[in-house]
């Protein structure tokens, strides 16, 4: 069963924050988050792992909440770059390290 | 640099053909993967292997079928391409462990 995005969609001013939430209803081992900007592949952001971690990559950070299987993703003072559409893939445990994708948030950041 | 690389950036088979997507990766992966991406619905996995020779359903397997004969490469087959095949195809390829994938450019499959 795929993750749950939420929003599904958001616009943003540059320089303005925005989160995107993910949640599953399985326990799960990591969270994936992944970047598609239009026409491109998606692109790797971040994994986050078992334990509560939280990671930054730049501006962008994210946190994983084991208990509530949730991670949400954190974009403060967002750029033009920043457009795109998000995915969390999530792992669950015993999955050989495969990801079950959610259906993407799509962000756009204007001037 | 990772390189994932797809046969084929756009093709189109008519009803019935048998249809080969090839992916190639260039960095010793153990897994590979393959997506398709419709609009809406997201990235859904068809297939993946985390071996050569071996293979594991994804969520959406039926009508079609994988092939991963030496580490590097590993091919979809649609034995017979349907209309509700008309898709985006996605590769990846990912190290051992809960590693980034990598995806290739995709493939814009339309079949009439």
């Known amino acids: 069963q795929q993750p749950v995005q939420s929003p599904q969609a958001v616009i943003l001013r540059e320089g303005e924050d925005a989160v995107i939430n993910c949640s599953s209803s399985?326990?799960?081992?990591?969270v994936h988050w992944y970047r598609q900007k239009h026409g491109e592949a998606p692109v790797f952001l971040m994994i986050?792992?078992?334990?509560?971690e939280q990671k930054g990559h730049d501006k962008i950070s994210a946190s994983f909440n084991e208990k509530k299987q949730q991670s949400s993703l954190y974009l403060t003072a967002s750029q033009l770059s920043y457009s795109g559409t998000y995915f969390c893939?999530?792992?669950?445990?015993?999955?050989?390290?495969?990801?079950?994708f959610g259906k993407g948030t799509l962000l756009t950041v204007n001037p | 640099d990772v390189k994932v690389t797809q046969s084929s950036r756009y093709l189109v088979k008519r009803t019935g053909e048998k249809v080969f997507l090839e992916c190639v990766q260039d960095?010793?992966?153990?897994?590979m993967f393959w997506y398709r991406q419709d609009p809406g619905l997201g990235l859904r996995l068809i297939y993946f292997?985390?071996?050569?020779?071996?293979?594991e359903k994804g969520d959406i397997p039926e009508g079609y079928s994988v092939s991963r004969e030496k580490k590097e490469r590993f091919s979809l087959i649609l034995e017979s391409a349907s209309t509700n095949q008309t898709s985006m195809y996605l590769c990846?390829?990912?190290?051992?462990?809960?590693?980034?994938?990598?995806f290739g450019p995709g493939t814009r499959l339309t079949v009439t």
């Open positions: 990846a390829s990912s190290s051992g462990g809960a590693g980034e994938q990598y």
């Open positions: 399985k326990a799960l081992y990591s």
């Open positions: 986050l792992l078992k334990g509560g």
């Open positions: 893939g999530t792992e669950s445990g015993g999955s050989n390290y495969k990801l079950t």
């Open positions: 960095m010793d992966h153990e897994n």
């Open positions: 292997s985390y071996d050569v020779k071996m293979k």
